[in-house]
């Protein structure tokens, strides 16, 4: 089995880049995915976020206030307080689940999809380095990655210059908790450019995977 740390930061297209792999016949593991299975009511870690953030991150019914939350740890300073709370969980349960694959089948290729994969503390100090073999990073230009953030965020609507303004320092907000890419760049083994169409992303996918087939065979 080969482990993948597949990273980028805010906007780079690194869910985009997982699809691809996950057609080629990649396991995908995503950590927003997993973190957002283990914030729902009844799991340990909803509990923990709860009891440290209070009932302002809870719905009407129940679930979290997702951008609740959001703004309490980007914008008023408790990042840490709640990575300190999802990410041991999410590392975990990303190791439990790969184990199962690779026990399945020895030469799959698993890929676990992370923005924070380098800036975490937690998975044992620099623990990307015992948890991967391969490391990938996606990267695209800032103003791309801010464009493409506002558009996901706004979903297509029209919006009002205050709400712009709010979105772009939102943008730059998150990119500050993030190792710039060039520093990124130094640790990976493959570097992905994500700055024009989808084709020239599917391309440079498609001449790495054979790569990672061949470094999945036990040797």
């Not at 990410?87 to 089948?105: K, M, Y």
């Not at 990938?136 to 506002?150: C, N």
Request: a negative charge; glycine letters at 10%; aromatic letters at 6%.
């Amino acid at each position: 089995m080969l482990r993948v740390g597949l990273t980028g930061g805010l906007g780079s297209g690194k869910s985009t880049a997982a699809g691809i792999f996950q057609s080629l016949g990649a396991h995908i593991l995503s950590s927003d995915e997993i973190g957002r299975a283990l914030m729902q009511p009844g799991e340990a870690v909803f509990d923990a976020v709860v009891a440290a953030f209070g009932p302002s991150v809870l719905l009407p019914d129940g679930k979290l206030d997702r951008p609740a939350l959001a703004r309490l740890a980007f914008a008023g300073g408790r990042l840490e307080e709640l990575n300190a709370i999802v990410h041991p969980a999410v590392i975990n349960r990303q190791t439990d689940l790969a184990a199962a694959i690779g026990q399945r089948d020895s030469n799959a290729i698993v890929i676990v999809e992370s923005a924070l994969l380098f800036e975490t503390k937690y998975g044992g100090g620099e623990g990307w380095r015992h948890r991967f073999d391969t490391l990938i990073l996606v990267t695209a230009p800032e103003e791309v990655r801010i464009a493409r953030f506002i558009a996901r965020s706004t979903a297509g609507r029209s919006v009002s210059p205050e709400e712009l303004a709010d979105l772009t320092a939102e943008a730059y907000r998150r990119i500050a908790q993030q190792i710039p890419d060039e520093q990124k760049s130094s640790l990976c083994d493959y570097i992905l450019i994500n700055d024009g169409p989808l084709s020239e992303l599917e391309w440079q996918i498609d001449r790495l995977w054979p790569l990672l087939k061949t470094s999945s065979v036990p040797g």
